[in-house]
């Protein structure tokens, strides 16, 4: 056992060290440096973003109006859907001739008119997806639905895993996929084959052309020509480069995870990135993965 005497040590030292408070060299200088650089850090994070560009910024602005034109194709068959006089009003992207809807006639020519509205879908916000859900088209890797009274009295729904897509078509019996071909300036022959995300294909200019095309999977050389209204696109007022270039293809290389939802601005993404390559001369588009 230990002696009384160390007891009596241990006792001692145990109580120098009561009340006493623990100091750190350099006071308070360091703390405050360190503070001060976090709140510095944070302001200018937060200055950053606010001077960022909105995605609701830039053309197309609120007021304007861009003339595209468009049209679905299955195999060698093409149609469009018809656009009510109401549309141009209502609709930000209202299908038809806009100076017949102007006039109160119901329209089916092959017109995108996209015309946004304060607080609505400008800037990077214009997109294909705008279209298609003004109308309910349901457009994604598996299937294109058109609601019927659109292009038909019955619905239209093309299903890439029915056998009998191509029924009464020249690719009947063969395997279909969906694709958008996108012309930016379709005084131009140049294009892009997009495969994936296709609600969310932007509008970057008037007098764009689309082609909603349904058509063989094992076949990428199969021709999508431009929409028929593609050359009445000056009447609308829109000035192309009119560059005439070889037909070009730049296929997207993200795969679609999202199937048989309605399109709309938000539909049909998950995070995809879209990598283009340009190939001269062809119409080829894969898929990474």
């Known amino acids: 056992m230990a002696s009384s005497s160390s007891a009596k040590k241990v006792a001692k030292l145990a109580s120098r060290g009561k009340g006493k408070k623990v100091r750190f060299s350099g006071g308070t200088t360091f703390p405050a440096v360190v503070a001060a650089a976090s709140v ?9 973003k606010l001077s960022l560009p909105s995605e609701a910024a830039g053309p197309p602005e609120a007021g304007v109006q861009w003339t595209m034109a468009y049209e679905f194709r299955v195999c060698d068959t093409t149609f469009t859907i018809e656009g009510q006089p109401d549309d141009l009003q209502t609709k930000e992207a209202s299908a038809g001739d806009a100076n017949d809807l102007a006039a109160g006639t119901a329209s089916s020519t092959g017109f995108i008119n996209y015309r946004p509205i304060v607080g609505g879908n400008t800037g990077s916000k ?5 279209f298609l859900s003004e109308y309910g088209i349901t457009l994604n890797t598996k299937k294109l639905v058109i609601p ?4 038909d009295a019955d619905e ?8 009998d897509i191509f029924d009464g078509t020249s690719c009947e019996g063969e395997k279909a996929s969906i694709k958008v071909r996108e012309w930016e300036d379709a005084s131009s022959g140049a294009f892009q ?12 200019d008037n007098g764009m052309a689309w082609v909603i095309a349904v058509v063989p999977a094992d ?5 999508i020509p431009q929409p028929a209204t593609a050359s009445r696109l000056d009447e609308f007022g829109v000035l192309g480069s009119g560059t005439s270039t070889s037909d070009t293809t730049v296929p997207d290389t993200v795969a679609d995870t999202t199937a048989d939802t309605v399109a709309d601005t938000t539909a049909d993404t998950t995070a ?3 990598a283009d390559t340009t190939t001269p001369g062809t119409a080829t588009a894969t898929t990474g993965g």
């Open 272 to 274: 995809d990135s879209v």
């Open 219 to 223: 076949n990428d050389d199969f021709e």
């Open 126 to 130: 214009a997109r294909l997806g705008v």
């Open 193 to 204: 084959d997009k495969i994936t995300d296709f609600a969310n294909l932007r509008f970057t």
């Open 148 to 151: 019927a009274g659109l292009a």
């Open 40 to 48: 510095l850090m944070v302001a200018l994070i937060v200055y950053a």
């Open 156 to 163: 239209l729904v093309y299903d890439i895993n029915d056998s």
